[in-house]
């Protein structure tokens, strides 16, 4: 049992995650996992893995609605990824819970940081507005799913932040609709792994129920805030700079436990 003050914390680094997901389609599992270990006290890697893979599910579905409705949303490419991703995401989390989580977090840390420069290189890019997925590039689109959905299950993440850099990758299409396509993918991986997770018993019910509750009025915002900056080069600088900023504090924590 967790006493109030361990809720009201994860509630709100919910509406934090949530704010994450709705405005750049990823980074929630980025925040999810250092802010259960680090903030609400989550002792056991492992469960904050697990937990935060069903909220970050849960809550990028939520998101996922606010974006149909705004028509940025290309759902053959999300559940062409989607499918392909899950394979992947199965395999994947099998393996990270294998693996010592704090060696496990170290890792992530590391893999975010490559993301960060490779989304700072190509943050000027305005794609094209009528890329859609086809069998000129569904190999690629295929291959790039499995990959992340390797990534994102073992390390227990949503993949957002891997996912948005692969269809950007695979299809060129603008930031804006790889924020809301990347969604769709982002809801299945982290329910996959979330599945897996909860048949170990590496999930935290109650901490889940008030991190799910923060993150969809979050994701309401991000949403908003997320159409104000398309197409205007931000969105890429800002997920970019909030992966170098996580990453660097979850490096240092990592170093602390080896």
Not at 76 to 99: E, F, H, M, P, Q
Not at 162 to 180: D, E, F, K, Y
Request: charged share 5%.
């Amino acid at each position: 049992m967790h006493d109030i003050l361990h809720l009201v914390l994860g509630g709100l680094s919910g509406v934090l995650v949530g704010l994450t997901l709705g405005l750049v389609g990823g980074g929630g599992s980025i925040l999810a996992v250092p802010l259960m270990v680090y903030l609400v006290g989550v002792a056991n890697p492992h469960v904050a893995i697990g937990t935060s893979a069903l909220a970050v599910a849960v809550n990028a579905a939520f998101s996922l609605g606010h974006h149909a409705q705004a028509h940025t949303v290309k759902w053959r490419c999300g559940a062409i990824y989607a499918l392909a991703g899950i394979i992947g995401a199965a395999a994947g989390s099998t393996l990270g819970k294998a693996i010592d989580g704090h060696k496990l977090l170290f890792l992530f840390a590391m893999v975010m940081l490559l993301v960060g420069v490779l989304m700072l290189r190509n943050r000027n890019a305005t794609g094209d507005p009528g890329a859609q997925c086809s069998r000129d590039n569904a190999g690629k689109v295929v291959g790039l799913g499995l990959a992340t959905g390797t990534f994102s299950g073992f390390f227990g993440i949503g993949g957002g932040f891997l996912i948005v850099p692969g269809l950007l990758a695979s299809t060129r299409m603008p930031m804006i609709n790889a924020v809301g396509t990347s969604l769709v993918a982002v809801s299945a991986f982290g329910l996959t792994t979330a599945v897996n997770y909860a048949l170990s018993g590496l999930i935290d019910w109650g901490l889940a129920a008030v991190f799910i509750l923060g993150g969809v009025i979050g994701g309401m915002a991000g949403v908003a805030l997320a159409r104000r900056l398309s197409g205007k080069g931000v969105l890429s600088s800002v997920f970019a700079g909030l992966i170098f900023v996580v990453a660097a504090y979850m490096l240092w924590h990592s170093w602390q436990e080896f």
